[in-house]
């Protein structure tokens, strides 16, 4: 296990072992949540966080989720801030109980928030932590384990670019400034003001 977190009546000690030397007091905190990361990245942001649901693939729910008869479900989401993705998950999540069924599978809850609703703190193991370089930028990421009686869930977190923990507030309107100066270039592309035909009140 790379995360070892222990208490006594007067201490409180986090240890991460196996995680890169270069890797902060901010990426630290990051590595170690145990399902609030969408609260941590709001804290640090000051923004909303966002969850983006990319695809969902769900086992036949025939009978109630139960030991004899759990319901699988693999999936990929997106935090986004200010319409920037700050965090990739991919997960696998198992389900052998109809409460937790019901809040993740029909009120469509994130799995952080299904914890949440649970009033349950899970059990974390810290799985792998890894740093790479993509596209000139830094990627951080983990596997990690979160469980509790009905529901387990195995994830990848892909962290795109580590400057974020660095430059903050700045990345951030960096990115949505590159962001919306796309948009605008590939709509001006896509559609030649010469091909635009007028409908009524709308451009199309």
């Not at 196996?18 to 905190?29: F, H, K, S």
């Not at 999540?93 to 993740?104: A, D, K, Y």
Request: net charge negative.
């Amino acid at each position: 296990m790379l995360a070892n977190d222990s208490y006594s009546a007067a201490s409180t000690n986090v240890e991460l072992t196996c995680v890169p030397d270069d890797t902060t007091g901010l990426e630290r905190i990051m590595l170690a949540a145990q399902g609030d990361l969408q609260r941590l990245l709001s804290s640090f942001f000051g923004r909303p966080i966002f969850i983006e649901l990319i695809y969902a693939h769900c086992s036949p729910r025939l009978t109630p989720a139960s030991s004899d008869n759990p319901i699988t479900q693999s999936r990929e989401v997106h935090l986004v801030c200010e319409s920037c993705t700050v965090c990739v998950a991919t997960s696998t999540v198992t389900i052998t109980s109809p409460q937790c069924e019901r809040l993740f599978l029909d009120e469509k809850f994130p799995i952080g928030q299904t914890f949440r609703r649970l009033n349950r703190t899970p059990k974390f193991s810290l799985l792998n932590v890894e740093t790479q370089a993509i596209d000139g930028k830094r990627e951080l990421r983990r596997t990690y384990k979160l469980e509790t009686e009905g529901f387990v869930a195995e994830i990848l977190e892909v962290f795109p670019d580590r400057d974020m923990f660095v430059r903050g507030e700045t990345w951030l309107m960096e990115r949505r400034a590159n962001l919306d100066t796309t948009c605008t270039t590939t709509a001006t592309d896509t559609i030649p003001e010469w091909l635009s035909v007028c409908k009524g009140n709308a451009v199309h």
